[in-house]
Each structure stands twice: as C-alpha cells, then as structure tokens.
C-alpha cells in the first residue's frame, strides 16, 4: 500500500492518520521520513537520478523497511536523527557499501564520517591501517590537492603520493 498523505492541522500540531504511533507532531519525524523516503527511491525508482549508485548496483531496502509497516519499522530500528555538537545533522550510512539498506548494516553518523565510506573513495595505508585520502590529510596537516595531483599528474600510487606530499609538509 503506497503512502497517502493524510495530514491535518490540529490546532498547532500536524497530525498524521497513518503515523500516529510514532508522533503527532509532523516535526518531529519529518528528516527521517524524507531519509527514508529518499533511500526508497535511490534503491527502487530507476528515473531516480542516483539509482545507478544504489537500486543499479543491486542495493535494496530490507522488506521490513517497505510496505505499509515501513517507515514506522526504519524508525523504531533507527531511532530519532541525531546531530552533532555543531547541530549538524547525522546522515544514513551502511556500514558494507555493497550492503543493503537494512537494521544490522545501517547507522547514524556526522557527514565527514558517512563520506569517509564511499565506494569511490581511495585508501591508503599508514602503519597497516587504512585510511581515505580526506582523513590521511587532515589527520597529517597535507593539502589533499598536494596528493591527488601525485596520484593523477605524477602517476604515483595512493601511498606514494601521501608520503611525497607528507615529506614536502615537513621541509
């Protein structure tokens, strides 16, 4: 059964028939809903401008998330959006990138971190442990241009130019 809006105002609250369970204020659910709701289209909706990275790739949304039930399971599994001490708010992440939108390969996290693990990131390794380009650099105080220029111009590999790039920081 496809969602139909069924809003109302109440006085000063917006009250939804469907989602009641959850809340009666619409605010306060309404950035996980449009998650939710964007994770669905990305997975199921192949005119979805970013289907090819998700539902193309053969990404799903668990059953348990979809149907009637759907949106009240992804939030009682969820739990409320948190925010940063910034108040910035966290994004959806799966922790397998190849994973499906699901309870037990999802979570919260800051921005920074949810960008940390994409599929298109590149690694390198420092002391055997890996590290994306973004975090290698900042934790290293190296310009990130600095080592993509090593990789694309210099035709040197991730951990090359990392080293490169940390060896002329410290002249």
Known sequence: MAFKK???????????????????????YISEYRIWNTMK??????KCDMYSNYGGRGIKVCDR????????????????RPTDDDGRAYQIDRIDT?????????????AIKN???????????????PYCIAEACRLFGVKRTTVT???R????TPTDAFADALERRNK
């Open 153 to 156: 111009v210099r035709r040197k």
């Open 6 to 28: 069924t809003w109302t105002n109440k006085g000063s609250h917006w009250y939804n028939h469907k989602y009641d369970c959850i809340s009666k204020n619409h605010q306060d």
């Open 115 to 129: 960008a940390q693990n994409k599929s298109t990131n590149i690694f390198i390794y420092i002391y055997g442990e």
């Open 65 to 80: 998330w979809l149907g009637e039930k759907g949106f009240i399971n992804f939030y009682n599994d969820m739990g409320k």
């Open 41 to 46: 289209r990305r997975c199921q909706k192949p």
């Open 149 to 151: 220029e090593g990789i």
């Open 98 to 110: 190849d994973g499906d939108y699901a309870p037990e390969n999802c979570r919260w996290v800051p």
